[in-house]
């Protein structure tokens, strides 16, 4: 059997490569009963020609997903646009290059929230208008399929076309595997980010009914109405109802950072951890030092000398403020970047049979259990959260 549905010690991570290269169109794509995009074989339409699993994660070597990121070269930086920073997850780097991207006629893939469905979609954009809507983390699996199908029909039709694409490392992987294996030429960028996991469209939609929203007119999953280390989900419908919750009181948050209801792919994922085919690798920089900064700064690895150039125009063009050479080893200390631990998918594991059951996101992020350290600390966060703003931010300084 010469397709995704072949026995691997890996999972499908959901990047959709495969749908995209499947001359047959037997690949289906589609949410499995715990809310994840997974990929499976139409085994009436799959002619066994093997080139779904070409570019799937599941099997390649670890020599074929990338390079080392601890090989590349580290800086903290920040957009030189107060606004920008305003609205973008951290320090606003992410936009800043997919602007400079439009500016040398790349079209450039990111992901967007789409209202219609409450789901995150990697899209293709061609102008400044439409990067306006990658701004901002969205803490979902994006849903590739199109997207990944988009680019492909691009590069084909448009072999001097140059693609820029934003994405987490497994669907930056398969982008990679897609363009190599189908023999085109297009220049390509890629931007990964550091990566935690993707959480379940079941917590989600839990969550949403659980804060009193049926339809979204907005969702800023980091709004900068609080402190950017708050991780303050804000939520507004046509109705002009609006929501802000910091992660603290947020059962969204709290299930993510407890490394619980994850895709199951992401528990060992390769590239998830110090892995990536990108030619840049993003992220916040957390940690100690830049704890009282409040407005966002970005971990930023140039994992290619390409990514270095890019970087160092950016700064060079003053659109990008660089405030320090960092390495990578400090960058990833305060990262998602080993495996989770096997409790971690038997806690999963309860959790969505809870979940499932109640429907209900509060008591399944209760149903399973945790150290008596990290339940203190947690525990403690809460009670801090309901402080108000001056206090907490004073305590975050001591």
């Not at 949410?31 to 599941?58: H, I, L, N, R, W």
């Not at 992660?247 to 792919?265: M, P």
């Amino acid at each position: 059997m010469k397709n995704v549905g072949a026995p691997s010690q890996f999972t499908c991570t959901g990047c959709a490569a495969c749908k995209a290269i499947c001359p047959t169109n037997a690949i289906d794509y589609s949410k499995t009963e715990d809310g994840f995009f997974e990929a499976s074989v139409d085994s009436t339409k799959c002619v066994d020609c093997g080139k779904c699993q070409t570019v799937c994660y599941k099997y390649i070597s670890i020599e074929q997903m990338g390079r080392s990121i601890f090989q590349g070269t580290a800086i903290s930086a920040k957009s030189s646009d107060a606004q920008c920073i305003q609205g973008c997850t951290s320090g606003g780097i992410a936009h800043e290059i997919a602007k400079w991207g439009i500016e040398n006629q790349y079209w450039v893939a990111g992901t967007v929230y789409d209202y219609q469905t409450n789901l995150a979609k990697m899209e293709v954009a061609r102008t400044f208008e439409e990067i306006e809507e990658f701004r901002g983390s969205k803490y979902l699996q994006s849903k590739s399929d199109e997207a990944m199908i988009d680019l492909l029909d691009i590069a084909k039709k448009h072999p001097e076309q140059k693609i820029m694409v934003f994405g987490v490392p497994c669907q930056i992987l398969g982008v990679k595997r897609l363009f190599e294996t189908s023999n085109l030429k297009n220049e390509l960028l890629l931007v990964d980010l550091f990566c935690h996991g993707v959480p379940s469209y079941l917590t989600w939609n839990a969550y949403l009914k659980e804060r009193g929203f049926e339809t979204l007119k907005r969702v800023d999953f980091r709004s900068k109405k609080m402190p950017w280390h708050f991780f303050a989900i804000e939520l507004q419908d046509d109705r002009q109802k609006t929501d802000l919750l910091p992660s603290a009181q947020n059962s969204f948050y709290k299930v993510f950072f407890d490394n619980v209801g994850l895709h199951r792919s992401c528990s060992d994922c390769q590239v998830r951890k110090g892995t990536s085919s990108a030619d840049i690798r993003l992220g916040d920089y957390w940690g100690k030092k830049y704890k009282n900064d409040f407005e966002g700064v970005s971990a930023c690895v140039a994992v290619t000398e390409k990514g270095n150039a890019i970087l160092q125009t950016l700064s060079e063009s003053g659109k990008i403020t660089i405030l320090d050479k960092e390495t990578v080893d400090d960058i990833a200390k305060a990262q998602s970047v080993e495996d989770y631990p096997s409790s971690c998918q038997e806690k999963t594991q309860q959790y969505f049979k809870v979940l499932k059951d109640t429907k209900k996101l509060k008591v399944a992020s209760r149903s399973y259990s945790l150290s008596s350290k990290i339940y203190m600390k947690e525990l403690a966060k809460k009670w801090i959260s309901y402080l108000p703003l001056a206090i907490q931010i004073a305590i975050r300084k001591i």
